[in-house]
């Protein structure tokens, strides 16, 4: 089966396409290294060094003897998504390419027009490609969990059954995302509905969860495989700073009370959902939602988690730059990737011990004050930045590329 990773050179994507390549996949990745492009711009890299693309492909022929086909280019441009289709001949696309930060849409509005336009009109051109080019490729969309807000009611995979006057439908759950990010992926999700729905185009859309860990069987093959691990304040994960805090010394920053409450997985667990839905393609014309997570914790809880695994470290807590619900009900469902036969790995001391002990050994590439909070929600012109400096709205959020 041959299978085209879009955002093939970020956090996810390459760890995935080396796990489907050594899975016996034929593997495409693309990317126009926007990503790379973002740490210019907040000044600030991954902890652990990332080798550039085309040493990482060279190195995993070396290590594993299979090749990766790679395309450089942009889904925002449409002949480049046209060409890369029409020639890899993909059974199906696994779409990690999106702008993934939501303190980075929230910056100022250019932030928020580039993440949707990035995002949007990205996913817009490849269903155009896949409807124009082979209408039975499958796309795997990487989604989010975020989608659904945080109801005070359980939340489905995808879709309720709701009874009004008399009459019952299974309709999309209701949307309630907090960031122009999650917007971003809101559009998305319906377009691809859509598509699905008008043309006959088969999507497995994979709301995922907050992912954590850094290392897979491939990427510990060769330091050239590795894949990042961020930390800072726009586009880090709040677990990832909480083990930076740790290893450095430094209090854990817990955002408000800490009862924020969202699904987590680790990352071997991404590749083994991706591998999954692949696998089990969904039908012409389906247009299904799978909620990709394995735990659930509160930022609280997380904290603590970590100071133990430090073996002891404070725990402060900073007023919530947010807007959202620092206290809440959140119960989502979560079985139909354990039903196709997902086995997770769940979050314990041996994960967070192995966090800690690449934290500790890279700790001098830490930018200490990248870790504070430096995006506002409620800020709609401009943004102080970590260095102190303010950010105007007409600054450009366009990476060089």
């Given at each position: 089966m041959r299978v085209l990773i879009l955002g093939g050179d970020g956090y996810l994507g390459w760890p995935t396409a080396l796990h489907l390549s050594r899975a016996g996949y034929d593997v495409g990745v693309a990317d126009n290294f926007a990503r790379r492009g973002y740490d210019l711009e907040m000044g600030v890299d991954s902890l652990v060094p990332i080798a550039p693309l085309h040493r990482r492909v060279e190195r995993w022929e070396e290590v594993s003897g299979k090749r990766l086909d790679v395309f450089v280019g942009d889904l925002t441009e449409e002949q480049f998504v046209y060409d890369?289709?029409?020639?890899?001949?993909?059974?199906?696309?696994?779409?990690?390419?999106?702008?993934?930060?939501?303190?980075?849409?929230?910056?100022?509005?250019?932030?928020?027009?580039?993440?949707?336009?990035?995002?949007?009109?990205?996913?817009?051109?490849?269903?155009?490609?896949?409807?124009?080019?082979?209408?039975?490729?499958?796309?795997?969309?990487?989604?989010?969990?975020?989608?659904?807000?945080?109801?005070?009611?359980?939340?489905?995979?995808?879709?309720?059954?709701?009874?009004?006057?008399?009459?019952?439908?299974?309709?999309?759950?209701?949307?309630?995302?907090?960031?122009?990010?999650?917007?971003?992926?809101?559009?998305?999700?319906?377009?691809?509905?859509?598509?699905?729905?008008?043309?006959?185009?088969?999507?497995?859309?994979?709301?995922?969860?907050?992912?954590?860990?850094?290392?897979?069987?491939?990427?510990?093959?060769?330091?050239?495989?590795?894949?990042?691990?961020?930390?800072?304040?726009?586009?880090?994960?709040?677990?990832?700073?909480?083990?930076?805090?740790?290893?450095?010394?430094?209090?854990?920053?817990?955002?408000?009370?800490?009862?924020?409450?969202?699904?987590?997985?680790?990352?071997?667990?991404?590749?083994?959902?991706?591998?999954?839905?692949?696998?089990?393609?969904?039908?012409?014309g389906e247009f299904r939602v799978f909620n990709q997570f394995t735990e659930s914790f509160s930022v609280g809880e997380l904290a603590e988690k970590v100071a133990d695994a430090a073996g002891g470290a404070e725990i402060v807590h900073l007023d919530d730059p947010r807007v959202e619900l620092e206290e809440h009900y959140y119960r989502a469902a979560h079985t139909k990737l354990l039903d196709l036969g997902l086995m997770p790995f769940l979050l314990g001391d041996e994960l967070l011990a192995d966090l800690l002990s690449i934290a500790r050994a890279h700790i001098e590439r830490l930018e200490r004050d990248a870790l504070e909070p430096s995006v506002l929600w409620r800020s709609t012109s401009s943004t102080v930045t970590r260095t102190g400096r303010s950010q105007a709205e007409g600054s450009s959020p366009e990476p060089s590329r």
């Open positions: 890369m289709v029409g020639s890899f001949h993909p059974d199906a696309i696994v779409h990690f390419a999106e702008q993934r930060s939501a303190p980075y849409s929230m910056l100022d509005r250019k932030h928020a027009v580039y993440t949707q336009v990035n995002n949007v009109v990205g996913t817009l051109n490849l269903l155009y490609a896949i409807a124009d080019v082979d209408p039975s490729i499958h796309l795997v969309k990487l989604g989010t969990m975020g989608e659904y807000g945080t109801p005070n009611i359980d939340i489905e995979e995808g879709y309720i059954e709701i009874t009004h006057r008399g009459r019952t439908d299974l309709l999309p759950f209701p949307k309630q995302p907090g960031s122009f990010y999650h917007l971003s992926k809101v559009h998305d999700s319906h377009n691809i509905a859509f598509c699905c729905r008008a043309w006959g185009l088969r999507s497995t859309d994979l709301n995922q969860g907050v992912v954590y860990g850094q290392s897979t069987p491939e990427t510990t093959l060769h330091p050239d495989l590795a894949t990042r691990f961020d930390y800072d304040a726009v586009f880090g994960t709040v677990l990832n700073r909480f083990v930076i805090q740790a290893a450095a010394g430094e209090p854990l920053t817990v955002y408000g009370k800490g009862g924020q409450t969202r699904g987590f997985l680790d990352i071997r667990d991404t590749l083994a959902c991706v591998e999954l839905a692949i696998r089990t393609p969904a039908k012409a």
